[in-house]
């Protein structure tokens, strides 16, 4: 009886108290200096360049660090350890409007095609900013097309998929429409508040050899909170991640400290506005990218200190948050550092970038 | 509202590549070709939010990555000035260029975890300390004589999956690594870099900047919260300790090997480590680090009021040369700890810092006790996110053995020659994110005492208290 009860009493509660080793593996600067790693990836099926397993980095900024000017997709091959280069897409083109600076915003189809948004800009500030594209690129790491329209303004945050293989359901939260440059402030001297990011929907055909073709789009969440930021570019809704049954959607509410969901996100034909609170405030600072632990819990980054943190969604609890940058050379410590992270394929831990030392961090 | 729209959106699904995204080759070698690519990491273009001046240094910045190389060129320039007290009253400029190379052994030759690292000043204008103000704890930690000399050359390895171990050898400037307070480095004044202790008791002022000493530093990480800093160099910096250190080794290339041994440690105590957990309902503590250390050199120290015989060093009798003492060594303690957080603008914090070092060695030491202490606020305006406001002091306490040589003196000389104490000065700075790439630094520092009490040289009186305003300016290139 002891040793059961001993055994019980052993049980985790959740996820990050399983989490004990940080492991640097390598930097993510790119051949060609880009800098501030955001959108991270594992990718799902060997296809061309890339091998299942393999971890796709890119990068926000260009080598003087102006943000929305990162042009490149690094990979890491885990069996090897080693990063190389898998996409430098052009600085330019009159495809994307404004250019090309990838965000967060990155998805992996198992058919190989890989989704990246563009948010580009030529000062390094919203002042500048375009409205940005999804840009198509093959398991070669070459461009192949780039979807723009008026649904498509500032692709930001981490992507929820729904992968069937010759069809699929892209979610992106879409947080560029109508912001000014940091300098337009309101009367407390912070850049304002512009109430219309909203929550993308695609639906995907993929016919056999071809890239995947938009067969719909739904604006599923609309009237969430963005606005520019200096250091952070902007701030907006950012992480997405799916519930395990596929239903709900779970967006992180940057602004409003808060992790929402988006009932029966796959299916339904309205906006839910800004959607259902699950949790706000208590351990979140400012949430960022989001995902889905093995036990179903949600995990989100804060971007205005090192935790991740932990929560029950059915619940609606925050169990509670680990350091996984704890870099007091930033106040809090690892402010600004943690952007996107990806759960390994064995489920036993996450990859991590921290964009201060453009580096790729696994824990487990 | 229902917002459902039917493929609304401008596709270019049709492989090979559209032609627009075509033009350009995702081969590297070849992006070089493409000049629409140049323009926004040029040198002077998108000033308002480059992290450099010269952007891509007309391509070298480039070039270098792709063999793990990374330059760095910074200024730093600024101009001091008291306008009260001191020995006179004026403004000097001074500045220091530094250039740093580092290769990153994992990119350069696939071999993981070695950086090795290359540094040179070159260090211009005059010394408002030495020219106008006298103290001991000088005004700017970039104050130095005018040369142009080698700064660091090191190799550092690193061990284990989670890099618990690191060995670093070379010539290394130990206030990078050693006694360092986070919150402390915002300030100007010298003593917020490398203290008053080391700066006025080791042979040459210590290993730290502008100088450096060859050595070997081993850190280790036996818990995530706990580090371990341990190294051992030789025992000064230059090879003769007499004269200005920094002109026995003016570009800094001497090598010397031929002193005793400075051995030096610290252990470490950081919250937040990796991997601290902070839960649910419960108050979370704030940040901090603490730090316990000591310094050994085995080198020969001269006594401050002893000569060789016994005598008194000012008794007229005395051979004029100090009885030598082998060895010196310190204790100190260093606390960097966040007081409070802004629940409205999660960048506000207000942090405090405390740095305190002594040595018992009163006979071989000038300075035997020093402490600096300070507040630092970041973003303290809305959306200045990258400014910091602080406010703190140093303290520098003259030994008793040097306070009975000036005592001794005034006996001997039958006059009131004034007796050294201590000095203290407070510091306010603001420092202001013009651009990524540029700073600007307004400075006030007010001392009290100066030199701990020395006399003015022109005047039958002690050096009187002094403030000191200034500007300070660091560029990124």
Not at chain 1, 66 to 86: A, E, N, W
Not at chain 1, 120 to 131: F, I
Not at chain 2, 392 to 398: F, N, Q
């Amino acid at each position: 009886m002891a040793l059961i009860a001993a055994t019980v009493h052993a049980a985790p509660r959740g996820f990050l108290e399983t989490v004990h080793k940080h492991i640097t593996r390598c930097s993510t600067i790119s051949e060609n200096g880009d800098l501030n790693p955001y959108a991270i990836i594992v990718a799902p099926a060997s296809v061309g360049k890339i091998h299942e397993g393999d971890v796709l980095i890119d990068n926000f900024n260009n080598m003087s660090n102006l943000q929305g000017t990162g042009t490149t997709i690094m990979r890491y091959d885990p069996s090897s350890k080693k990063m190389s280069l898998f996409a430098k897409l052009p600085a330019h083109s009159a495809l994307c409007p404004g250019g090309v600076g990838l965000t967060t915003a990155m998805t992996m189809l198992k058919s190989g095609w890989i989704i990246v948004g563009s948010l580009p800009s030529t000062d390094g500030t919203t002042r500048t900013k375009s409205d940005g594209c999804l840009l198509v690129i093959d398991p070669n790491g070459q461009p192949v097309a780039a979807w723009t329209g008026p649904n498509i303004n500032g692709p930001w945050g981490n992507m929820a998929t729904i992968d069937h293989g010759t069809t699929a359901t892209l979610f992106v939260s879409m947080s560029g429409l109508d912001v000014p440059g940091p300098d337009v402030k309101d009367a407390r001297g912070y850049p304002i508040i512009v109430k219309k990011a909203t929550i993308l929907r695609i639906d995907l055909d993929i016919p056999a050899g071809q890239p995947p073709k938009i067969k719909n789009q739904t604006v599923i969440a609309q009237g969430f909170g963005q606005r520019a930021d200096r250091d952070s570019f902007l701030i907006g809704p950012t992480g997405l991640a799916m519930s395990p049954d596929g239903k709900t959607l779970f967006a992180s509410d940057a602004l409003e400290n808060q992790i929402v969901a988006i009932d029966d996100a796959p299916t339904r034909t309205t906006s839910a506005g800004t959607g259902r609170t699950i949790t706000k405030d208590g351990l979140l600072r400012r949430p960022l990218s989001l995902g889905v632990a093995p036990n179903g819990h949600l995990l989100t980054c804060n971007g205005v200190n090192g935790q991740i943190v932990e929560i029950d969604p059915a619940a609606g609890k925050q169990l509670y948050a680990q350091w996984i940058d704890a870099d007091q050379a930033q106040s809090p410590p690892g402010n600004g550092d943690l952007f996107g992270f990806a759960m390994t394929p064995d489920g036993k831990g996450f990859y991590y970038v921290e964009d201060d030392v453009n580096a790729l961090v696994e824990a487990r | 509202m229902a917002l459902a729209i039917a493929a609304s959106v401008r596709s270019f699904a049709t492989p090979p590549p559209a032609p627009g995204l075509a033009e350009t080759s995702s081969n590297p070698q070849e992006q070089g070709q493409n000049p629409a690519e140049a323009a926004p990491t040029g040198p002077f273009s998108n000033l308002s939010r480059t992290g450099f001046l010269l952007g891509d240094m007309f391509g070298l910045r480039p070039m270098l990555s792709k063999a793990g190389i990374n330059f760095s060129l910074t200024e730093t320039s600024e101009v001091l000035g008291n306008v009260t007290g001191g020995a006179r009253q004026g403004f000097d400029y001074d500045g220091l260029t530094t250039a740093t190379l580092t290769l990153d052994t994992q990119r350069a030759f696939d071999w993981n975890g070695g950086l090795f690292n290359i540094s040179a000043l070159q260090i211009h204008g005059r010394n408002l300390s030495a020219d106008n103000l006298d103290t001991l704890q000088t005004a700017s930690g970039i104050e130095a004589d005018r040369s142009t000399r080698l700064w660091e050359l090191w190799f550092q390895q690193k061990f284990f999956s989670q890099n618990q171990l690191d060995v670093k050898i070379g010539q290394q400037s130990l206030d990078q690594e050693f006694i360092v307070s986070q919150n402390a480095g915002y300030f100007v004044n010298t003593m917020f870099g490398w203290p008053m202790v080391p700066s006025a008791d080791l042979p040459g002022g210590g290993p730290a900047y502008p100088l450096s000493d060859l050595g070997i530093r081993v850190r280790a990480k036996p818990t995530d919260s706990f580090t371990v800093l341990l190294g051992v160099f030789n025992g000064s910096p230059v090879a003769n300790n007499s004269g200005d250190p920094q002109q026995v080794n003016p570009s800094g290339t001497s090598f010397p090997l031929n002193g005793g041994a400075l051995v030096i440690g610290e252990i470490q105590y950081a919250y937040p480590a990796l991997g601290s957990m902070v839960y649910a309902g419960e108050s979370e503590p704030l940040a901090r680090t603490y730090k316990l250390g000591f310094w050994f050199d085995s080198e020969s120290f001269a006594d401050y009021r002893i000569d060789s015989t016994g005598r008194l060093l000012a008794d007229p009798a005395s051979n004029g040369i100090a009885r030598s003492h082998h060895g010196d060594y310190s204790l100190y303690a260093v606390a960097d700890q966040m007081i409070w957080r802004s629940n409205d603008d999660a960048d506000r914090t207000l942090n405090g810092f405390v740095r305190i070092m002594g040595t018992p060695q009163e006979d071989r030491n000038l300075v035997d006790l020093s402490l600096n202490a300070g507040l630092t606020l970041h973003d303290p305006l809305p959306h200045r996110d990258d400014d910091t406001f602080g406010i703190a002091l140093g303290y520098a306490k003259v030994s008793s053995s040097a306070s009975a040589l000036d005592r001794d003196t005034g006996h001997f000389t039958d006059s009131n020659y004034p007796v050294r104490s201590g000095e203290t000065f407070i510091e306010a700075t603001y420092q202001y994110q013009l651009t990524p790439w540029c700073q600007i630094q307004p400075d006030l520092q007010y001392v009290f005492n100066p030199g701990g009490g020395i006399p003015d040289p022109r005047a039958d009186h002690k050096i009187k208290d002094e403030l000191v305003i200034g500007m300070r300016v660091n560029i990124s290139f």
